[in-house]
C-alpha cells in the first residue's frame, strides 16, 4: 500500500540502515546506524542516527522516532526538522545504551524531546 508521499509502507531494514540523514536546508546531519524494533508490538522503537566524531570516535548516536525521519528521493536522503544543533541537545548515547532495559528509556525521552505522538499509549 502507497503512503501519501507515494511510497510503499514496506521497506527493508538494509536500505535504510546507512542512509544518510539531513536537515531541511539539505545540509548533512549524520546516518541511519541502526533501527530498534520492539518484537512484543511489531514496531519500530526508534532510529539510530550517528553524528560527529572522526571515523567513529566521538560519535553519538540519537533515537529519533521513527516518524520524524522522512525520505526525498531527490536528496537520497532522510530529511528531518531538525537542525545539527537542536540534535546536540536532543537525547544521545551509546547504541548499547540506547538499547539497555529493551529500549524504553531512550524511546520515551526521545518521543518527549521531538513532541511526536506516543504510539504505545
Given amino acids: 500500500m502507497p503512503t501519501a508521499s507515494g511510497h510503499t509502507t514496506a521497506i527493508r531494514a538494509k536500505k535504510v540502515i546507512g542512509t544518510t540523514v539531513k536537515d531541511t536546508s539539505g545540509d548533512k546531519i549524520g546516518t541511519v546506524e541502526d533501527l530498534v524494533l520492539d518484537k512484543q508490538t511489531n514496531t519500530i522503537l526508534f532510529a539510530v542516527v550517528g553524528f560527529g566524531g572522526v571515523l567513529g570516535v566521538g560519535e553519538k548516536f540519537h533515537p529519533l522516532p521513527w516518524a520524524v525521519l ?7 536522503a532522510y530529511v528531518v526538522p531538525y537542525t545539527q544543533e ?3 541537545a536532543a537525547p544521545a548515547d551509546k547504541i548499547s545504551e540506547l538499547t539497555a ?5 531512550y524511546r520515551d525521552q526521545s518521543y518527549a524531546f521531538y513532541r511526536v505522538e506516543q504510539y504505545w499509549t
Avoid at 70 to 76: G, I, L, P
Avoid at 101 to 105: K, L, M, S, T
Fill in 86 to 88: 537542536e540534535l546536540k
Fill in 70 to 76: 522522512n525520505y526525498d528521493e531527490d536528496e537520497d
Fill in 101 to 105: 532495559n529493551d529500549g524504553v528509556p
